[in-house]
């Protein structure tokens, strides 16, 4: 069996689901977590000495730390940018797009090509999940 967890940013995993992935591989569950972002946009944590232009990888490598630690087989990095102007998302054509600007390459517009790209079943039962 495996499970999918497909989050927003780095630290979402472990606060909105780390419990449910812990459990799950501790029962013999492949897990894995697909981040849309690096979290490169996020706070800086006071006393970290982060900057933030490695932001980025920071946060990336607090992931797979917390995720090693949740017993997740695999973490998978989707790359997206994280919306600077923190918009909100307006359904189109059955597809989620961010009101960032024409060629805007934001999170929120990762979940359709998540699914698109065969990250996750389309709900059709084709396709590999991951």
């Known amino acids: 069996m495996k499970m999918l967890v497909v989050v927003a940013h780095p630290d979402d995993e472990t606060f909105g689901c780390g419990s449910v992935l812990a459990h799950a591989a501790a029962r013999g569950v492949e897990t894995v977590v697909a981040c849309a972002t690096r979290g490169e946009l996020g706070e800086i944590a006071p006393g970290s000495g982060a900057q933030p232009a490695d932001l980025g990888d920071v946060r990336e490598a607090e992931l797979r730390a917390a ?23 307006v359904l189109r054509r059955s597809s989620t797009r961010c009101r960032c600007g024409p060629g805007s390459a934001c999170w929120r517009s990762a979940v359709p090509r998540v699914r ?4 996750w079943p389309s709900g059709s039962g084709t396709g590999t999940p991951w």
Request: overall charge positive; proline content about 7%.
């Open 67 to 89: 995720a090693q630690e949740l017993g997740v087989a695999r973490v998978v990095m989707l790359g997206w940018r994280a919306c600077p102007l923190r918009c909100r998302p």
């Open 116 to 119: 698109r790209r065969g990250w």
